[in-house]
């Protein structure tokens, strides 16, 4: 490919096709967005772009952000919102992002997506750089650690996991920028733990501190306060055992996890990485569950503790277990499959759960286990969300020319100026919302785009984590000659194949 078109072509990429449809849009990113830098990867042996959807997928988070903007947000669409989020004695929490269709700020998805982004950046560095992302990555990861030191009061030993009413949040469509309601401050303390919610939120701001002290410039005085807190609420949880969901009743009715081994674990492993005190490898190794989980997600850790034990240790229980994970979903395994070719974990998200498995297969590539099938595989998912379907639809929103337009996702489906915006028109959501990864197909690969679709078209930041992570990783392989051709499509699509709802 052209190197010199190339970063006309993201920089065209990102801004231009805004003027597609609807009128709330508009075709220029704000004055002092941080935009693209140069490019010089070259996309050639790429079946599609990854390194234009990555960029995209930078931008959705950017969407999803609570609290007082800064001036280089690039979201046009977006301003300040709930600058009410303190808790009742005072205690600033505004910022973070917001969940996913909806406004409420959940510390256990947010910190899983967090920790998850920050692995895939700090493994495959170079799909941010050599696609000039970098500076555009370092900005949008920093907002939710941000939060999440705003979250945790050492000196109280209060630790916070949900901002907002589960209910009176979801019956109220409008755009962020307008909500009044109330959005109290769920906390956790010695009385009431959440040990699960410590976890993850540990493995954020440890895997924080490595990125702000490795990747991203100038911020080594950030980097440090990461990790003074990651070992902090690590503490907090270890001495304080017990899932948030016996506590707290909002949030968990939505992100009910179920043990905290694998938080604790993932968190152990994480603090062994930035600190090199092999008590937390201890810990993490304790933690650790032989048993195949049922997936990568935001409730199960364990593919990714797996991987992270093999990293520090080497030791084959680790290896075998991330064979034993991937046997598991691989074809021939234990998990079903879309008559396309998706690996269909659950309705709710099909594609999340796919990416999620994909990033597990590429990072063991990266290991060096079993390289050429697990990166041929994790494109043959990639490669479906993109385009390789039934429909030829991207479900990633903005790229290509073929993707969802009625997500369900309450602030690109209001004009700013309307306190409540119209829940039930046929028209596509007026601002688009670039890089969101929408939900998914069913078992029979049927999608429809329709915006009370909640299953099927919500996105959130969990959705994305494991799918931007992902394409960071084929543009790594791709920069180093080790992308292995794309397996051919298992569907063509055919004219009379039409998205449902539109
Ligand atoms: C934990 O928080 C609850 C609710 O705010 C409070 O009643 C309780 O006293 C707190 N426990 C501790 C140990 O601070
Ligand atoms: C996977 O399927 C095989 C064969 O049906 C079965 O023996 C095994 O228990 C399953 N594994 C899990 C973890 O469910
Ligand atoms: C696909 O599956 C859904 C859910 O089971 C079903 O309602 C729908 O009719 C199926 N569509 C086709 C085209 O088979
Ligand atoms: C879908 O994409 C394939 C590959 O680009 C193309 O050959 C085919 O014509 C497309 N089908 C439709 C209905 O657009």
């Known amino acids: 490919m052209n190197m010199c078109c190339l ?3 993201l920089l065209g990429l990102l801004w231009s096709v805004s003027t597609v449809s609807g009128a709330g849009t508009t075709s220029s990113p704000p004055p002092g967005a941080i935009t693209p830098g140069p490019a010089t990867y070259d996309s050639s042996t790429m079946k599609y772009d990854y390194g234009k959807a990555l960029g995209l997928s ?11 903007l800064p001036a280089n947000n690039p979201i ?9 989020d303190y808790d009742d004695d005072g205690w600033d929490l505004t910022g973070g992002w917001f969940d996913a269709g909806d406004h409420t700020k959940f510390s256990l998805p947010m910190s899983f997506a967090t920790w998850v982004l920050n692995w895939g950046f700090l493994k495959f ?23 999440f030191l705003k979250c945790w009061r050492p000196d109280l030993q209060v630790l916070y996991a949900e901002i907002g009413d589960t209910e009176s949040d979801q019956n109220r469509w409008a755009s962020p920028e307008n909500l009044n309601m109330e959005r109290p401050a769920h906390r956790l303390n010695a009385s009431c733990p959440g040990s699960d919610v410590a976890g ?10 490595l990125v702000f002290k490795n990747i991203c410039p100038n911020a080594k005085a950030f980097a440090d306060k990461l990790l003074v807190a990651a070992k902090g609420i690590y503490k907090f949880g270890i001495d304080n055992r017990g899932l948030y969901s016996d506590c707290i009743p909002d949030g ?3 992100y009910k996890s179920t043990h905290d081994h694998d938080e604790l674990a993932a968190a152990g492993a994480w603090l062994y990485k930035a600190t090199g005190e092999t008590d937390y490898l201890d810990d993490a190794k304790g933690f650790a569950s032989p048993r195949i989980p049922w997936a990568f997600s935001w409730n199960q850790k364990g593919p990714g503790v797996n991987l992270l034990l093999y990293e520090a240790t080497e030791e084959d229980i680790y290896l075998q277990a991330t064979k034993d994970f991937m046997d598991f979903v691989m074809p021939g395994g234990n998990v079903s499959y879309t008559p396309c070719g998706l690996v269909f974990r659950n309705q709710w998200g099909s594609n999340r759960f796919a990416a999620n498995m994909a990033l597990i297969a590429l990072m063991a590539a990266e290991h060096d286990i079993m390289p050429e099938e697990y990166k041929t595989w994790a494109l043959s998912q990639i490669n479906y969300m993109l385009g390789d379907n039934n429909y030829n639809l991207s ?7 073929n993707y969802p337009t009625h997500y369900h996702h309450r602030a690109s489906s209001c004009i700013a100026e309307f306190l409540d915006c119209d829940y039930d028109t046929p028209d596509d959501n007026p601002n688009i919302l670039y890089g969101g990864l929408v939900g998914g197909p069913l078992l029979n690969d049927t999608y429809a785009d329709v915006r009370s679709d909640n299953v ?9 984590s494991g799918f931007q992570s992902s394409l960071a990783a084929l543009v790594h392989f791709a920069n180093h000659n080790a992308l292995p051709a794309s397996p051919p499509r298992k569907c063509t699509a055919r004219s009379m194949d039409s998205v449902l709802g539109r």
């Open 252 to 254: 968990p009715t939505h």
């Open 125 to 147: 560095e170079d799909g941010y750089s050599s696609t000039g992302q970098k500076t555009m990555m370092c900005d949008m990861i920093r907002w939710p650690l941000e939060y």
């Open 395 to 401: 479900y990633e929103i903005g790229f290509g020319d």
């Open 76 to 84: 046009a669409w977006r301003s300040d919102s709930v600058l009410y």
């Open 7 to 9: 970063t006309v072509c």
């Open 200 to 209: 993850d939120m540990a493995s954020a701001m440890a895997s924080g501190y």
């Open 456 to 464: 099927q078209n919500e996105v959130s930041v969990d959705y994305n």
């Open 58 to 68: 930078i931008l959705f988070y950017d969407a999803q952000r609570a609290g007082k």
